[in-house]
């Protein structure tokens, strides 16, 4: 049994491969990529990128909104692996998540995300069976997390 502590240690170590900043061309890229891939490899999520859902990856590359977007994705997966050992924390992110995309997002979606992600990280490094269990288990707790906020809320969940 991996404990929260050795899943926020794995998680964080991978995320060397997937770096955040502000003003690393890299790090910026690197949420650029992400966006890329998803679109790439689930096309059926483009429909939650209302007036992109058409972009190709050249379009993603030069959107202001999509080097945005992609930081953020960037920053909330920094932020749940940095929390996962700190559950208040953590389930706070995840209710702060749920608000941002309460109207817009299908429910489902919440442990979705973490499959694009994996495979993503697969992109920058290789997967082993620990982290790929890492970054599960994260995304099953965020899940759960998320929908049973949904559902306090009274709001439909998966």
Not at 19 to 39: H, R, S
Not at 115 to 126: A, D, E, P, R, S
Not at 136 to 153: M, P, W
């Amino acid at each position: 049994m991996t404990t929260p502590s050795e899943v926020k240690y794995i998680c964080k170590r991978s995320l060397e491969n997937a770096k955040i900043g502000t003003d690393e061309a890299a790090a910026k890229q690197t949420g650029l990529d992400f966006l890329k891939y998803m679109f790439a490899n689930y096309p059926e999520l483009r429909v939650y990128f209302k007036g992109a859902e058409n972009f190709s990856a050249n379009e993603i590359q030069q959107s202001d909104r999509f080097q945005h977007q992609g930081q953020q994705v960037l920053l909330d997966c920094n932020t749940l692996a940095n929390t996962f050992d700190d559950q208040i924390k953590f389930k706070t992110h995840a209710r702060e998540t749920v608000h941002r995309h309460m109207t817009n997002v299908d429910p489902s979606l919440w442990s979705v995300f973490f499959t694009v992600f994996i495979g993503f990280l697969g992109t920058k490094m290789t997967m082993d069976g620990a982290t790929k269990y890492a970054w599960t288990t994260i995304g099953k707790v965020f899940a759960e997390e998320c929908n049973r906020y949904l559902k306090d809320l009274g709001l439909p969940t998966s």
